[in-house]
């Protein structure tokens, strides 16, 4: 009964910018860990950054400086502003959270996935 809907994927520009966003709906009590992962084509699921309910954020090295994750907890919302994108960012982005329902119980969702295609 949660549910991760991601936007703002689409076709851009190498060197352009991107900002997806993810809303988190249904019955929730509390989010904690909130993420981003990233899945391009023939690769495994991996993670780009994640972000705590107290604001607390860690990226991957590899997108230290160009990618940055914030959210507001008031709206369950999650977004990661993409810069300077090079072609080997193409891929689906997946939000990722750690939601408890009034069981109190945490479980882990994911969206759907928003394509990102980096190209000129």
């Known amino acids: 009964q949660v549910q991760l809907v991601e936007s703002g994927g689409g076709l851009v520009q190498p060197g352009g910018s991107l900002r997806l966003s993810c809303a988190a709906s249904?019955?929730?009590?509390?989010?904690?860990?909130m993420a981003w992962y990233r899945q391009a084509p023939g690769k495994e699921r991996e993670l780009d950054a994640v972000?705590?309910?107290?604001?607390?954020?860690n990226y991957a090295d590899s997108v230290k400086g160009q990618f940055t994750i914030s959210r507001d907890s008031a709206k369950n919302t999650v977004a990661l502003q993409m810069n300077s994108l090079k072609p080997e960012d193409t891929a689906v982005y997946y939000c990722n959270a750690d939601v408890a329902g009034y069981s109190g119980t945490y479980y882990k969702y994911w969206g759907k996935g928003t394509l990102v295609t980096v190209s000129s």
């Open positions: 972000i705590t309910s107290g604001g607390s954020t």
């Open positions: 249904g019955s929730i009590f509390s989010i904690n860990v």
